[in-house]
């Protein structure tokens, strides 16, 4: 029962986010649709090779950008990755700045979130079972290392200090809001106030069900703005469309660095063993429908939630 429709395991995902629908070093990619207990991805899932893994490539918002921010089905997207066999996640994100030192065409491995999102089904633990997991350090630190390194490596021109281009951030902590609006000013100078550099619109909900389902998961969040904090001209929609178009060019070059980063270390990682004491739900309580909707999450590793024979 949902099984992976590909004959081996893909290891790898990178998720698309504005103004990343595709990517141009995946070859002689096949495209899956996957059927998961949560609903449908967002699109057919890519899968390529890619410095001797398998890769799989799904954009966010849909390959044309049809899903708003509270729109996108993000437990079908994780799901269908897990079912997969995906262990490492490369998020790619748009986001506004809340710090003046993050101006628009930085590049930001984000290390920490804060969540202020209200409508939106950000756990695969619901209604009939119940799991508490550990999310202090939300994205992998050894990722978080693996993809600062590349990106240097991949931009040391464009990035070098003192050339006055766009700057490579280490870390970083993203705002995630509900949107599909813009913030006031007054919400931008509150999200400032609670220690945010950054202020996107998917990052929590997409990283809280990553760990849920064991997947090691890194964002790049590529500033387009600088929010309506500052005096500067605030965000608009044209301004960020001009930006992200610069930012999609960087997303074809930096991916396969860290793709082969980690095709040469694919490390074990805290969040591969996040379900291992998160269960609360015994398992006799738990029913037949709450194991098979749980079965690509649980099922495998997990022999005891497994639906019953």
Not at 248 to 259: C, D, G, M, T, V
Request: hydrophobic share 40%; with cysteine.
């Amino acid at each position: 029962m949902y099984a992976s429709p590909h004959p081996e395991p893909v290891v790898i995902a990178v998720i698309g986010g504005s103004g990343v629908y595709k990517l141009d070093f995946l070859e002689g990619a096949k495209y899956y649709d996957i059927d998961t207990p949560f609903g449908t991805p967002s699109a057919p899932i890519c899968v390529a090779k890619v410095c001797n893994v398998f890769c799989a490539f799904l954009p966010r918002h849909g390959v044309h950008h049809q899903l708003n921010p509270s729109e996108v089905n993000y437990r079908a997207n994780i799901c269908a990755l897990k079912q997969l066999g995906v262990r490492y996640i490369i998020a790619i994100n748009a986001a506004g700045s809340l710090d003046a030192d993050y101006t628009p065409g930085d590049l930001v491995v984000c290390n920490q979130l804060v969540d202020r999102t209200v409508a939106r089904k950000s756990t695969f633990f619901e209604n009939g079972i119940v799991a508490h997991v550990d999310f202090a350090y939300p994205m992998s630190r050894t990722l978080n290392t693996l993809t600062t390194a590349a990106l240097k490596d991949c931009f040391e021109d464009e990035a070098a200090e003192g050339t006055g281009k766009f700057k490579i951030h280490s870390s970083g902590t993203i705002v995630t809001m509900e949107g599909p609006l813009f913030s006031t000013k007054a919400e931008s100078l509150l999200n400032k106030q609670l220690g945010g550099h950054l202020i996107g619109m998917t990052t929590s909900t997409e990283a809280k069900l990553a760990r849920e389902a064991e997947i090691a998961y890194v964002t790049v969040a590529m500033v387009t703005d600088m929010d309506a904090w500052s005096d500067a001209p605030h965000v608009d929609t044209k301004q960020v469309l001009k930006t992200v178009a610069a930012n999609a060019e960087k997303a074809q070059r930096y991916p396969p660095l860290i793709i082969r980063a980690l095709a040469e270390n694919l490390f074990d990682d805290p969040a591969h063993h996040a379900l291992a004491n998160a269960v609360m739900t015994e398992p006799e309580g738990i029913s037949q429908e709450v194991r098979q909707r749980l079965q690509p999450i649980l099922g495998k590793k997990y022999p005891k939630y497994a639906p019953k024979a």
